[in-house]
């Protein structure tokens, strides 16, 4: 179960909440992409996919981490493919896409 439990725009208002049930019994369906090669296969073999451009050192990437393999995990089914791309180390996926600041999501 997953608790978001506020949408709001960011004129100062909280722009999600932080999830407070998360379920520990199911796996996590976030694929780890570690070069440009392997984004652009991910992107090609998945109909509907989400890249998540992220970094170790990076705060709002770590609060929205939880938030995002949670919905990974409730639209597996959906047939949509959660990637997660380390801007540190996949510096070449990062550049090809553009990447100015994490954290950044592509839709497919």
């Known amino acids: 179960m997953i608790a978001i439990t506020r949408f709001a725009s960011l004129s100062g208002k909280r722009v999600v909440s932080q999830s407070r049930f998360l379920n520990p019994i199911r796996s996590m369906s976030v694929t780890a992409l570690e070069d440009l090669d392997a984004v652009e296969k991910f992107s090609e073999s998945n109909d509907k996919s989400i890249l998540y451009f992220t970094a170790t050192w990076c705060p709002p990437c770590k609060a929205i981490k939880p938030i995002y393999s949670e919905l990974s995990?409730?639209?597996?089914?959906?047939?949509?493919?959660?990637?997660?791309?380390?801007?540190?180390?996949?510096?070449?996926?990062?550049?090809?896409?553009?990447?100015?600041?994490?954290?950044t999501f592509i839709f497919f």
């Open 73 to 103: 995990d409730i639209h597996d089914k959906d047939g949509i493919a959660f990637g997660k791309v380390d801007v540190d180390e996949a510096a070449d996926a990062a550049a090809e896409h553009g990447i100015n600041s994490v954290p």
